[in-house]
């Protein structure tokens, strides 16, 4: 028994110890939250033809197939093989990338890693500011630098749409509050990503503020990836406790029923 309790404490102050750490890592760096809403099909949808137009050239989604993505998210059959299969003839393909893994380490140095989980891996909040983090850097070998993944070997993909953006410099915490007020006034001589400041120096296709829902969008689009079980999952969740309370309410009657007589 006395064996029982020390291993119990001990996975306990273990569970503690690296919940706490886990905490301790991801507080220093300021992340923008993301709004997700994940029974929002036109949202997802937006985010899978970002991510088919924008992503899949150099990443794979290696553990999704087109026509699993589409009845998910949908979109019927003749839409996906006009606006979503480009790399592929038939709908039961996983997303795979057209580059070849040795070209592409030898264009960027690293080969662009697969996306299917990295929603989870990552979290939200954090693809969702790494992809509006992007500024024009010329020291770095593809023009591009990213204020919350320093010396990104990815260039910025979507600088049509966003724009191109030139990094002002890091803002304190203790600033953030009027910061935050700024930005509430509507003024856009400079934006703030995470814990950087920075200027639109040519816009793009998109104003700041669709370019941050076309984002969020695609994080969801991520997100589900991830965790395609989701989108069923709170449904299911609903038709289980509809299930319990029509039990109880059976179980109830019945006990109603046989305590009838005794009483
Ligand atoms: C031109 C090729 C290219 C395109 C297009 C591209 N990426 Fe990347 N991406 C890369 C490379 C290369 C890396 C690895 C960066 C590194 O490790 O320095 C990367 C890294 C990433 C990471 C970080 C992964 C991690 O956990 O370290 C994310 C997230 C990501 N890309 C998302 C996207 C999304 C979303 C799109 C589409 C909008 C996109 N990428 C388009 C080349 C590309």
């Not at 899978?48 to 998210?73: I, M, P, Q, T």
């Not at 700041?208 to 991830?226: K, Q, V």
Request: charged share 25%.
């Amino acid at each position: 028994m006395k064996k029982i309790t020390t291993l119990i404490v001990a996975f306990a102050a273990s569970a503690i110890v690296s919940s706490s750490t886990f905490a301790a890592g991801g507080s220093d760096v300021a992340l923008d939250k993301v709004y997700m809403n994940m029974s929002d099909k036109a949202s997802l949808q937006n985010g899978a033809k970002l991510f088919v137009n924008y992503c899949l050239s150099c990443h794979s989604a290696e553990y999704a197939r087109y026509n699993r993505v589409a009845e998910d998210l949908e979109i019927p059959l003749h839409r996906l093989k006009e606006n979503l299969m480009f790399t592929t003839e038939k709908e039961g393909d996983l997303m795979k990338t057209t580059m070849p893994a040795e070209d592409a380490k030898e264009w960027f140095g690293v080969t662009p890693p697969d996306l299917t989980l990295v929603a989870r891996v990552r979290k939200p909040d954090w693809i969702y500011t790494y992809l509006r983090a992007f500024y024009r850097d010329d020291s770095s070998p593809s023009g591009w630098n990213n204020s919350l993944f320093e010396n990104v070997a990815m260039p910025h993909a979507m600088y049509e749409l966003q724009g191109v953006q030139k990094l002002m410099g890091k803002v304190d915490k203790s600033e953030q509050g009027a910061l935050d007020a700024h930005a509430a006034q509507g003024s856009d001589d400079y934006t703030i990503v995470g814990d950087a400041k920075f200027e639109l120096v040519h816009p793009g296709k998109m104003t700041p503020a669709e370019f941050d829902t076309a984002m969020a969008d695609l994080t969801s689009f991520l997100t589900y990836l991830g965790e395609p079980a989701q989108l069923k999952r709170k449904t299911i969740g609903v038709y289980s406790i509809a299930f319990v309370i029509l039990l109880m309410m059976l179980c109830y009657l019945l006990k109603k029923e046989y305590w009838r007589d005794v009483h």
